[in-house]
């Protein structure tokens, strides 16, 4: 097998805080081959956003990051901020207005951004240059947006533009965070229609980050499923969504409308309790206080990841419901 484009390994990131440490990741492992897309589910407050923010070297001088994480064999996470900007991927986020300076026009930033890779591009080729991705990212009127600023436009054409920012540097992995979230359901469906064509078209390796597990179902290849900073279950989407082995992943299922997925169950039921409190981790499965399978016995280690069919789940007992 191809070497993975990314590869991430023990990823653990905690944040020194006045009442103590809090560990937002605990330990996660996963790769992503050229090409394909890897969708990163889970609850609020799980670790989906820290994570990929460690890879991007985002986070504050409070965070301790430890592991290793390499882009097609280059070790990122000890990597330089310039050598971070200059590295073939690229991040989106929720909200659009965090990929824009709000008093630089949407041409000034393009040109900021094309000039990392290339110092001396003159002002025509960037503009030029940035019409084009702007025309890929299917942002009508392209070559006119270069002079508008970030508050002149809607949160679905600007997230459209921040798509096309991600593309200056002709990424090889594309992580969105959310990258629909704040935007209503049509815009949302284009949007994520968009990054699948771009996947397509320039064999990009996505990232899709999203507490909507059965939306990033239909898209990713492979879902990896979160919670309390760990990796409860991941595999081909397919096998996750029909056949979830951890009991988490069906807690999710069950809270949420799918159309789409195979999986028969019943009414809609919320998932009762609230996710631990990441400053106060206890030892056992953490999920076991709201799992509806728990035994005492899950309260004492966190469960290895246990294989089945090609799927990594974490459960002591699983298949107790089927
Ligand atoms: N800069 C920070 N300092 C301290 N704690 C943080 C910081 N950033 C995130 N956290 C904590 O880390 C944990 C994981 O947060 P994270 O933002 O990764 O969750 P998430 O899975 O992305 O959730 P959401 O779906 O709401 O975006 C949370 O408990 C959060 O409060
Ligand atoms: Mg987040």
């Known amino acids: 097998m191809d070497r993975p484009l990314l590869s991430v390994s023990r990823l653990r990131v905690s944040f020194a805080g006045p009442s103590g440490e809090l560990q937002a990741v605990r330990g996660l492992d996963f790769s992503v ?3 394909e897309c890897l969708g990163i589910v889970g609850e609020s407050g799980s670790g989906k956003s820290v994570a990929a923010a ?3 070297g985002l986070l504050g001088r409070d965070a301790r990051v430890s592991g290793s994480a390499r882009l097609d064999g280059a070790e990122i996470l000890q990597a330089s901020a310039r050598e971070r ?3 073939r991927m690229a991040i989106v986020f ?3 207005s965090r990929s824009f300076d709000p008093i630089c026009s949407i041409g000034k930033t393009f040109e900021e951004t094309l000039r990392v890779r290339e110092p001396r591009l003159p002002s025509g080729a960037c503009r030029e240059r940035a019409a084009r991705l702007l025309a890929e990212a299917q942002v009508p009127r392209a070559a006119e947006r270069l002079g508008s600023f970030p508050h002149q436009l809607s949160g679905g054409l600007l997230q ?7 593309l200056a540097n002709d990424p090889e992995l594309l992580v969105a965070d959310e990258p629909t979230t704040a935007l209503d359901v049509t815009i949302q469906a284009q949007l994520l229609a968009l990054l699948a064509e771009l996947r397509r078209e320039r064999r990009l390796a996505l990232v899709l980050i999203s507490h909507d597990l059965p939306l990033v179902g239909r898209i990713a290849d492979r879902l990896m499923v979160m919670y309390s900073g760990l990796a409860m279950e991941s595999g081909s989407a397919s096998e996750v969504l029909e056949r979830p082995r951890s009991p ?3 807690a999710l299922l069950d809270a949420m409308p799918s159309p789409g997925s195979h999986y028969s169950r019943g009414p809609l039921r919320a998932i009762a309790g609230s996710v631990p409190d990441p400053r106060a981790v206890e030892p056992g499965c953490p999920f076991a206080p709201r799992c509806p399978d728990a035994v005492p016995g ?3 280690a966190v469960p290895d990841l246990a294989e089945e069919d090609g799927v990594l789940y974490r459960c002591l007992f699983p298949g107790v419901k089927p």
């Open 94 to 96: 929720q909200e659009p």
């Open 85 to 87: 900007r200059r590295s």
């Open 160 to 166: 459209r533009i921040a798509i096309a920012l991600a």
């Open 298 to 300: 899950c309260l004492a």
């Open 33 to 35: 081959a050229r090409g």
């Open 248 to 250: 988490y992943t069906r």
């Open 54 to 56: 460690a890879l991007f």
